[in-house]
């Protein structure tokens, strides 16, 4: 017979896991602690243990810890499945959209191979290692379920731009840039893409698949001088027509920007875009 304790242990696991099955069964595959609360009380549960149900079944890996207060089922449970990680990453920053790296990646627009899911939001994100004092520089991102998931905060007006959902599966949906939206922030923060480089090689791959007229829209939407420039001329380097651009070229600019944020303030001056192109052969850099 088992000791008191562990006959405890397992009571609380086997009415943990059937907590979880029926949150699964309600389609509830990512859910709160309240959420199962309430669930607990309809089963006839106390809800009062519902938090000690829930750290037991994290512990033996039927459900994942997202953040404090937040689960998602896996597909250990009955009638579970495991949540795709665009989801699993969405999820923990409510609203979020994946973008940047990942949703290159997504829209078949970048060769490269993600390290890190990456996305976009209108809320300040404060992850567990921020809480952490530290001398070293490091690049703070959650990590749950062997994800590294980063976020980037923007405006609310500017999150907003371009977003889709998209589903993953049957069961999952998750927000995530458009094509547009997404080439578009090459452009907006280059410096999230190691410089300007990737949005001038993703322009002379994909240009010819790109909605341009909602690409500038977008654009004009985001409200930039500087990324105004940066697409304008990039389009023109392209070989887009000049009578496409003249929305852009409207906008007006008495000073100049640099085309490449992460390099020095070095190169042809384009007098038509107001830009300081300090890439390439003009840049004096090679």
């Known amino acids: ?29 990512v859910f709160t602690t309240q959420e199962a609360r309430h669930v607990a009380s309809e089963l006839q549960m106390l809800e009062s243990g519902v938090g000690m149900l829930l ?36 999820a ?14 997504h829209h078949d627009l970048t060769d490269q191979v993600p390290v890190a899911i ?45 977003i889709e959902r998209v589903w993953a599966d049957e069961r999952f949906a998750f927000s995530i840039t458009d094509r547009e939206r997404t080439v578009l922030d090459t452009f907006a923060m280059p410096r999230h893409f190691g410089g300007i480089s990737e949005g001038l090689a993703v322009l002379d791959r994909a240009l010819a698949t790109l909605d341009l007229e909602k690409l500038i829209d977008y654009a004009l939407q985001y409200g930039s001088r500087t990324l105004v420039k940066r697409l304008g001329w990039s389009l023109e380097q392209a070989g887009v027509d000049m009578s496409a651009l003249l929305p852009l070229l409207e906008m007006p600019s008495t000073s100049y920007s640099v085309l ?9 001056h384009d007098r038509r875009w107001k830009l300081i192109v300090n890439v390439g052969a003009e840049s004096g850099r090679g």
Do not use: N
């Not at 973008?99 to 290159?104: E, G, H, I, P, R």
């Open 1 to 29: 017979m088992e000791p008191p304790d562990q006959q405890r242990k397992s009571y609380s696991l086997a009415a943990g896991v059937a907590l979880a099955a029926e949150l699964a069964k309600r389609g509830r595959l």
């Open 55 to 90: 750290t037991r079944l994290a512990e033996a890996g039927w459900v994942i810890r997202l953040r404090r207060g937040l689960y998602a089922g896996t597909g250990k449970l009955p009638g579970g499945v495991d949540v795709p990680p665009f989801v699993l990453a969405t």
């Open 92 to 105: 923990l920053v409510d609203p979020s959209a994946i973008a940047l790296w990942s949703a290159l990646a």
């Open 118 to 162: 990456t996305a976009i939001t209108p809320r300040k994100v404060v992850t567990p290692s921020m809480r952490t004092p530290s001398t070293s520089r490091v690049q703070h991102a959650w990590h749950v379920a062997g994800l590294e998931c980063r976020f980037a905060t923007l405006t609310e007006s500017r999150y907003e731009i371009g």
């Open 260 to 268: 490449d944020p992460g390099r020095p303030r070095r190169g042809e």
